[in-house]
C-alpha cells in the first residue's frame, strides 16, 4: 500500500454498508456522497463483503443479500488482507484509504484514534461525522482542472 | 439492477441501525 493515504479512497464497514440498504439515513447520505463522484473509491475486501452478506441476509433475506454483494462487488476495488484481520481497519490499510466509516463506537472514539495514529494516518467516523465533513469540492482541485463541477454520475443508478 | 431497486426492496423489513451494530458485532465475536 501508499505510505500516504488517499482522500479519495474510503472504506465503510460492515455495519455501515448493511445499513446503507436496510435502514438509510446518514449511513445512505455518506454513501451517497461517493456513489455520485466517480472519482472517489470505496474499497473492500471479500472478507468484508462476506460479513456484509451474512448481516443482510440475517436481518432481511439471502437473496437480497446476494444481490446487494453483487452491487457492492462491482462498486468496490478488491483489497486482499491476511485471515483473521478485522476486515474494515485491514481494508482501509491495505488499499491506501483515507477514511474508514463505522458506527463502532470500539472503533470512533478518541480513544481509539489515539491508538491507531502512531501506526496508521486513518480517519475513522460515523457516517454522519463523514457526510458533514467529506467535501467534494475541496478534494477536486487535487483529482481534475477547473470548478468543481458537481456530482458527475447518479448516486442511484 | 439499480440501487435505487434494492433499497426498494429493503424497505419492507424494519431494521434499525441498533439492529445492524449489533448483528456486525456478533457475526464478528463469533469468528
Known amino acids: 500500500m501508499s505510505d500516504r493515504p488517499d482522500p479519495t479512497r474510503v472504506v465503510a464497514d460492515t455495519d455501515v454498508l448493511a445499513a446503507d440498504l436496510l435502514v438509510g439515513g446518514a449511513a445512505r447520505e455518506a454513501l451517497d456522497r461517493l456513489r455520485g463522484h466517480s472519482w472517489t473509491t470505496l474499497v473492500a475486501s471479500d472478507a468484508l463483503l462476506d460479513d456484509t452478506e451474512a448481516v443482510v441476509a440475517a436481518l432481511a433475506n439471502p437473496e437480497l443479500a446476494a444481490d446487494h454483494r453483487e452491487k457492492l462487488a462491482a462498486w468496490t476495488e478488491r483489497v486482499d488482507h491476511p485471515a483473521g484481520d478485522h476486515p474494515g481497519l485491514a481494508s482501509a490499510y491495505r488499499g491506501g484509504a483515507a477514511h474508514l466509516l463505522s458506527f463502532d463506537p470500539s472503533l470512533t472514539s478518541v480513544d481509539a484514534a489515539a491508538a491507531m495514529q502512531p501506526h496508521v494516518s486513518l480517519s475513522v467516523r460515523t457516517p454522519d461525522a463523514f457526510a458533514r465533513l467529506f467535501d467534494p469540492g475541496t478534494l477536486w482541485p487535487t483529482v481534475g482542472d477547473g470548478p468543481y463541477p458537481g456530482t458527475d454520475r447518479d448516486p442511484r443508478a | ?31
Request: aromatic share 10%.
Open chain 2, 1 to 31: 439492477m439499480r440501487w435505487d431497486d434494492l433499497f426498494e426492496r429493503a424497505a419492507e423489513y424494519e431494521v434499525t441501525v441498533a439492529d445492524v451494530t449489533e448483528a456486525t458485532e456478533t457475526l464478528r465475536d463469533d469468528v
